[in-house]
């Protein structure tokens, strides 16, 4: 090499020479240099990852993540209300109400379906928690013993129902008595978060047919680039499936390493709001997401491939 090249020429000449000697690259017949990809089952090596499907890796990365912060979302929603399910009471009371009218009510209660017990607040009970709350006033708690109405406890089952506070409120309304307004709410909380496990399940499926959309256009566009190679396979007697198979993997491993990458940006959000979750008593776990996540990542790329090699098929058929 001569002396009165410049270092930048003799640097470029150096990375030449590394690249000849790559094994990703080989020497063509025509003298230039193409790069080799590892062969897979099919018969022909994957073309290289490139920006497109970087970005398909990208975008069903984001949508997977931005579905699993939902699904611990509403985990986190579920535990919090079964905590505290097992202690929700109603109660129910009855002006003026006399020992034989407070029976029969509590009779009737017991019959609604999804009751799990009935119970009369005993006098005593009462008395004691107002003396408690009142802080010994032994005189004002008389007082207000004597205008309380009488009490009843319901309890409901493990399976309720969804309309079983309005089912008690009817019963309550029969006998002329009133139930707690204000334990309203915790069944409210529970039929909302029924509701929008429904809606999460159909927005699930919206984002999965996105993401196939996505990946099936990707793949459209890798196998236009390698339509002459795909052509010649078949006219060498490659069948259909032995076509299809790289494009399949190649769908099913995006997929699935875009399931990966959102399982682990799911940990980020989850460590910062551990604290807050654990004074909730909420039990969420970021491990019950890491096989949903990849295995749905897997199968929106499989089917992704599968919707692109199907129109591949279809229109060689109507060509031919």
């Known amino acids: 090499m001569p002396a009165h090249w410049p270092r930048s020429c003799i640097s470029c000449r150096a990375r030449c020479a590394r690249k000849r000697k790559s094994p990703m690259f080989r020497k063509s017949d025509n003298g230039l240099q193409e790069r080799t990809m590892p062969r897979l089952p099919g018969g022909f090596s994957l073309p290289p990852f490139g920006l497109h499907q970087w970005l398909a890796l990208v975008i069903v990365c984001i949508a997977l993540w931005a579905v699993g912060l939902l699904w611990l979302g509403l985990q986190a929603g579920s535990s919090w209300t079964q905590g505290w399910r097992q202690d929700i009471r109603f109660h129910i009371y009855l ?27 005993p006098i005593e009970e009462t008395r ?47 006998f002329g008595a009133s139930i707690n307004q204000g334990e309203a709410h915790l069944v409210q909380a529970q039929r909302v978060i029924a509701r929008v496990e429904s809606l999460l399940w159909f927005g699930t499926l919206i984002i999965g047919l996105a993401m196939i959309i996505i990946i099936s256009n990707t793949l459209r566009m890798t196998l236009l680039a390698r339509a002459d190679e795909v052509q010649l396979m078949r006219l060498l007697g490659a ?23 959102a399982w682990l940006l799911l940990w980020p959000p989850l460590i910062a709001v ?44 109507s060509a031919a």
């Open 95 to 121: 002006e003026q109400a006399d020992a034989p009218r407070l029976q029969a009510l509590a009779d009737k209660l017991a019959k609604v379906p999804g009751v799990a017990g009935v119970r009369i607040v």
């Open 128 to 174: 004691t928690w107002l003396d408690t709350w009142l802080g010994g006033s032994a005189g004002v708690a008389r007082e207000l013993l004597a205008a309380l109405p009488g009490t009843i406890e319901v309890t409901p089952g493990l399976h309720g129902g969804e309309f079983l506070y309005a089912d008690l409120a009817d019963t309550a309304k029969a």
């Open 239 to 261: 069948g259909e499936w032995f076509v299809r198979m790289p494009f399949l993997l190649e769908g099913g491993l995006l997929g699935a390493g875009a399931g990966m990458f």
């Open 274 to 317: 551990g604290d807050w979750l654990q004074q909730l008593n909420a039990d969420v776990s970021g491990f019950a997401l890491f096989l949903p996540l990849l295995l749905g990542g897997a199968l929106v790329g499989w089917l992704g491939a599968l919707l692109a090699t199907t129109r591949m098929a279809s229109e060689n058929t």
